[in-house]
């Protein structure tokens, strides 16, 4: 019976001594969900502390054991990224165990930086007063010109999107661009191009004197979390000039207040390579030859392809998939000049809610003459519970991009290949 007792206790004492703690859990939590989770972040709330996270316990139990959290995506068997955030088996069952223990602190965890993204931004970019987005139930198409000046040019090394209502915005694209001349003044023109139809012509009515020296164009989709270049590479951005930002509103019933812009990171390392960004189908290069012709018939599944041939040798950074409510899968993947293919991208179930810019392990090499090839499958059925039209009705693709409109694009940012890039980390 001692012997027993002994035995009982021995097991309790090591349980105790040794079962998961906060230390174990932390580093997980950090790497895997602070990115959204933390103090300005895009998730409803903290993860960043052992409190904001033990009175959660309940709550990320249910959402681990259903795969919810962290959303991710992407097919990793077919190219895993530097970027996943989705649980392993192992870590999944490191937070199941301390919580199953009551999630017990232990000794007190090291704070963990998480990339550039735990410090506070170098610079924010932002609107001078929050737009006030009607609720007519109808899309928006809204323009907003924040001119900037600054002591010096700066090296980035990150963006990440400034709003403080992100619900409200179906996409937004923005561009910063070089105004040298001090003679064009950065405050002349309207602030805000107010308009529900496509922006291109007014922008170049308004704004085409600020437009001539383009620095980098990027955007920003429902579940994007940042843009990060490590080591040598980024952009440099000028001591003057504007960042010009093209905001698609959805329709909302009530009205908002909308704050937007950009937070910039800035690196002390020289930018030796400025990351450039391409973007394939629809909206951009080989619109023309997606086959079959980009129309989406009602009550069927639709594929479509597009081939489209490289004209330089490129190291492929990140990949950045786009389809509205109608997509279920996309496929994505270059063929070589000596036939071997290069998997890109795969998204197996395709949700607009959770989009991602989708970092690269290493540099890909894509070599001169392969061919980028684009496949797309959707579903314009009563079935796709996503779908915005009931009954379901033709779809296609316009210049205005509408939600009830489809998508059917690949971005890439890249950077002409140097020898050696393939053994690039970019961790």
């Known amino acids: 019976m001692r012997t027993c007792f002994l035995l009982i206790f021995l097991i309790f004492f090591v349980h105790i001594s040794f079962g998961q703690t906060y230390a ?43 795969n919810y959290m962290p959303p991710w995506r992407a097919d990793s068997h077919y190219r895993d990224f530097a970027n996943n955030r989705s649980l392993t088996t192992q870590e999944k069952e490191t937070i199941l165990s301390w919580i199953a223990n009551n999630a017990p602190e232990g000794k007190p965890a090291k704070k963990i930086n998480n990339e550039i993204f735990s410090r506070t931004p170098d610079l924010i970019l932002k609107i001078n007063a929050p737009f006030q987005v009607k609720g007519m139930n109808e899309e928006k198409f809204v323009v907003f ?47 805000v191009i107010d308009t529900d139809i496509d922006t291109a012509g007014l922008e170049a009515r ?125 496929y994505a993947y270059a063929v070589t000049p000596d036939n071997d293919t290069i998997n890109l991208v795969h998204i197996p179930e395709w949700d607009f809610r959770w989009q991602e810019l989708y970092r690269m392990k290493k540099l890909i090499r894509i070599p001169a003459g392969s061919v980028i090839n684009m496949i797309g499958v959707y579903d314009n059925t009563a079935d796709n519970p996503s779908n915005p039209n009931n009954p379901p009705k033709i779809v296609f693709s316009t210049g205005n991009m509408r939600a009830s409109d489809e998508m059917f694009t690949l971005l890439m940012i890249y950077l002409p290949y140097q020898e050696g890039d393939e053994n690039i980390s970019l961790n």
């Not at 129309?295 to 489209?308: D, E, M, N």
Request: proline share 6%; hydrophobic share 35%.
């Open 145 to 191: 010109k924040i001119p900037f000046e600054i002591a010096d040019t700066q090296n980035i090394e990150g963006i990440e999107l400034y709003a403080n209502n992100k619900k409200i915005i179906h996409h937004l694209n923005y561009g910063f661009y070089a105004v040298p001349d001090k003679t064009v003044d950065l405050k002349s023109g309207p602030a």
């Open 24 to 66: 174990e859990v932390q580093p997980i939590i950090t790497a895997k969900c602070v990115t959204c989770h933390r103090n300005g972040g895009d998730a409803p709330f903290s993860l960043e502390t052992y409190l904001s996270l033990k009175k959660r316990t309940s709550f990320i139990k249910q959402v681990i054991e259903t």
């Open 206 to 330: 308004y704004y085409g004197p600020f437009k001539k020296s383009m620095i980098y164009y990027s955007g920003w989709i429902p579940g994007t979390t940042n843009e990060f270049y490590p080591k040598q590479f980024g952009w440099v951005l000028p001591k003057r000039g504007v960042l010009i930002m093209t905001v698609h509103y959805s329709a909302i019933g009530a009205p908002e207040e909308s704050m937007l812009g950009v937070k910039l990171f800035f690196k002390k390392q020289a930018v030796e390579r400025n990351v450039r960004i391409i973007s394939l189908g629809s909206g951009g290069i080989g619109e023309r030859d997606i086959t079959p012709k980009f129309l989406i018939f009602p009550k069927q599944l639709s594929t479509f392809r597009l081939k489209v041939k490289t004209q330089e040798t490129q190291s492929i950074m990140c990949v950045w998939p786009h389809m509205h409510y109608l997509g279920k899968e996309f």
